[in-house]
């Protein structure tokens, strides 16, 4: 049984930075693409960065340069390093595995 619990989320000022975790339980963690999406009020969920297995990286063109998503493989967990926030990345932030599992999801609030 797969579980993600993702942390790091909160209220920070434009221009900040916040760390995303997303911690997993169960077997084969090496072997998922792990993504990162975001949600946010009357939108559609979109992918904000994944990475591969092999740590192949891929970014929404609007967080480019911005955000880095990492993995460690040891601890069998992911990250999302999220740096120069701006407002419109405000959004509940969810970790994916592979295409069936999702975490419960973590707001980041980006306001002055």
């Known amino acids: 049984q797969v579980q993600l619990v993702e942390s790091g989320g909160g209220s920070v000022q434009p221009g900040g930075s916040l760390r995303l975790s997303c911690a997993y339980s169960?077997?084969?963690?090496?072997?998922?693409?792990m993504g990162w999406y975001r949600q946010s009020a009357g939108k559609e969920r979109e992918l904000v960065a994944s990475?591969?297995?092999?740590?192949?990286?891929n970014y929404a063109d609007s967080v480019k340069g911005r955000f880095t998503i990492s993995r460690d493989n040891a601890k069998n967990t992911v990250y999302l390093q999220m740096n120069s926030l701006k407002p419109e990345d405000t959004a509940v932030y969810y970790c994916r595995a592979g295409p069936v599992y999702w975490g419960q999801g973590t707001q980041v609030t980006v306001s002055s």
């Open positions: 169960g077997s084969a963690f090496s072997i998922y693409t």
């Open positions: 990475i591969t297995s092999g740590g192949n990286t």
